[in-house]
């Protein structure tokens, strides 16, 4: 008798932890499905998040070459106090794109920078290769020269810093 009785609470407590058991796997499974949901969703976030950060990251570089363009060209103009062929066909290939990737202030800003440079080739040009006598006309060319090179080599440096900075300024 006390043998049944041992037997009777062991399947007793068979069942009971059968049902619990099945009762645990509901509850897992129905907290499983949304817990699998805000897992992907928190995954799908954070992905959106990297590419953000990316396009940023793209973006700055890109800018960044152009600003690098036109340093190369203030550098060289500082340098030399002209302006040659390779340093306007390296402007302008590091530049082509300011177009698509700044606002229209910086694409005429650097329109205004080309034009200044070829100005300054232009006066240099006639200062020294067109033979043109000294006088009150070499005198005003020279003088205008003079005045666009201290625009471009010491004012621009400046007032690129300050144009660009919006447009470079890192924010994580």
Request: proline share 0%; hydrophobic share 40%.
């Given at each position: 008798m006390f043998i049944n009785v041992i037997q009777y609470f062991d399947s007793a407590i068979k069942q009971v932890n059968i049902a619990s058991l099945q009762v645990?796997?509901?509850?897992?499974?129905?907290?499983?499905t949304p817990l699998i949901a805000i897992t992907a969703a928190y995954i799908a976030y954070q992905q959106y998040r990297t590419n953000k950060q990316k396009l940023k990251l793209d973006m700055y570089e890109k800018r960044f070459?152009?600003?690098?363009?036109l340093q190369a060209l203030l550098i060289h103009i500082l340098e030399n106090a002209d302006v040659s062929d390779?340093?306007?066909?390296?402007?302008?290939?590091?530049?082509?794109?300011?177009?698509?990737?700044?606002?229209?202030?910086?694409?005429?800003?650097?329109?205004?920078?080309?034009n200044?440079?070829?100005?300054?080739?232009?006066?240099?040009?006639?200062?020294y290769h067109a033979g043109l006598p000294i006088g009150e006309e070499r005198n005003r060319i020279a003088e205008a020269k003079n005045k666009l090179l201290f625009e471009l080599t010491d004012q621009e440096f400046k007032i690129s810093e300050q144009k660009f900075a919006k447009y470079l300024r890192i924010n994580i």
């Open positions: 645990s796997i509901q509850l897992l499974s129905s907290f499983l070459k152009v600003y690098l363009g390779e340093a306007l066909k390296y402007f302008q290939i590091n530049t082509s794109e300011s177009a698509f990737i700044f606002g229209k202030d910086i694409s005429d800003y650097l329109s205004s920078i080309r200044k440079s070829i100005t300054l080739r232009g006066q240099n040009y006639q200062l």
